[in-house]
C-alpha cells in the first residue's frame, strides 16, 4: 500500500513511526518544508491550503490510503477544496481525523457514536461540517476517527508540571477524555485495515476532571501539585477557557467492538505511568 499523509503533525508522525513500515511508500505534506525534524522515509511536499503542486496531486492520486490531519478553516477544508477532483477520480481508503469536541456539552453525561452532534463553538462546527464533506467526496467511504484529548511523549502532564506551567483549574462536575498518542496510531491501523466507511470514538476508558491528571503526575514526581484554582477566577484565555464549556463521557466501546483495538492505555494513569518510566518529566 502506498500512503499519503495530509498535514503531518504530532499523532500522524508517532503512526507513521510504529507502522510506516507496513506501506511500500509514505508521502505527506507540511506547511513549511524547512520543518523537516522526525520526518525520515517521508517524501516531503508543501501545501499550506494554496493550489498544490503537481508532484503532489500525483502521489495523491497513486495513494491506497489517504490520512487527514489538516483542520477545516473558515472557508471549509482546505485538502478537500485543493484535491477534490482528485479524490471524485479513483476510490482508496480514506482516514479522517476528527475530535469528539463535535458532541458539545452534557453536563458530564455519557455520550457515543449515535449521539448527534451539538457542537456550539465555531472550531467544532467546522469539524462537523468537514467530517461530512469527507463523506460526501468519498462518496460515503470515509473512515471518521473522533480523536479525544492527546498526550504522549513530550505533550503530557509530567513535562508541564517539570516546566512550571501545569495548572489544576477546578470547574466542579469538568471532565474530559483522553487517548495517548500511541494508541491514536493503533486506531488509526485499524481503520485501515476495516473495509468500509464508519465513524469511532478514538478515547480512553476513564474520563477525569483535568486537576485528577495533574495531582497523579506530581505523585509520579513526588512534588507538591500547582494549587487549585477555581474556574470562575482564574485567568485564562478564551481559548482555554472555550475548553470546559462542553464536559462529556465519551464511550470507546464501538472501537473495541468494530475496530478491535485494545487500549494500550486505558486511563490518564496508565499512559503517566509508562511516561515516567521512560524519563519524561526528569
Not at 61 to 66: G, M, Q
Not at 116 to 141: I, N, S
Not at 238 to 249: I, K, Q
Not at 271 to 281: K, P, S
Request: glycine content about 10%.
Amino acid at each position: 500500500m502506498r500512503l499519503f499523509i495530509l498535514g503531518l503533525g504530532y499523532s500522524v508522525r508517532r503512526f507513521v513511526r510504529k507502522f510506516g513500515d507496513s506501506f511500500s511508500h509514505v508521502a505527506g505534506t507540511v506547511r513549511d518544508p524547512a520543518q523537516r525534524n522526525d520526518l525520515a522515509g517521508i517524501e516531503v511536499h508543501e501545501f499550506s491550503g494554496g493550489s498544490p503542486a503537481r508532484e503532489t496531486v500525483e502521489r495523491i492520486s497513486e495513494a491506497d490510503v489517504l490520512l487527514i490531519s489538516i483542520p477545516p478553516g473558515s472557508s471549509g477544508d482546505p485538502a478537500i477544496a485543493a484535491f477534490g477532483d482528485v479524490l471524485a477520480a479513483g476510490r482508496r481508503k480514506v482516514v479522517y481525523l476528527s475530535t469528539i469536541g463535535v458532541y458539545g456539552d452534557h453536563a458530564g453525561g455519557w455520550v457515543d457514536e449515535s449521539t448527534p452532534p451539538q457542537a456550539t463553538l465555531e472550531r467544532t462546527r467546522m469539524r462537523v461540517a468537514a467530517e461530512q464533506a469527507w463523506a460526501d467526496a468519498t462518496g460515503g467511504e470515509a473512515a471518521i476517527l473522533r480523536l479525544a484529548g492527546i498526550y504522549g511523549p513530550g505533550r503530557n502532564a509530567l513535562v508541564t508540571l517539570r516546566a512550571g506551567t501545569a495548572r489544576r483549574i477546578i470547574k466542579p462536575g469538568q471532565v474530559f477524555n483522553r487517548i495517548h498518542v500511541d494508541d491514536i496510531a493503533g486506531a488509526i491501523m485499524a481503520a485501515i485495515q476495516r473495509e468500509g466507511e464508519g465513524t469511532w470514538n478514538v478515547c480512553d476508558d476513564e474520563p477525569a476532571p483535568p486537576q485528577d491528571v495533574i495531582t497523579y503526575a506530581a505523585k509520579l514526581m513526588n512534588v507538591a501539585p500547582p494549587p487549585e484554582e477555581a474556574f470562575e477566577t482564574a485567568e485564562m484565555s478564551a481559548m482555554a477557557r472555550s475548553f470546559y464549556a462542553s464536559s462529556a463521557r465519551v464511550s470507546n466501546a464501538r472501537l473495541k467492538r468494530e475496530l478491535g483495538v485494545t487500549l494500550a492505555y486505558p486511563t490518564y494513569r496508565h499512559g503517566l505511568d509508562a511516561l515516567w518510566h521512560i524519563g519524561e518529566g526528569r
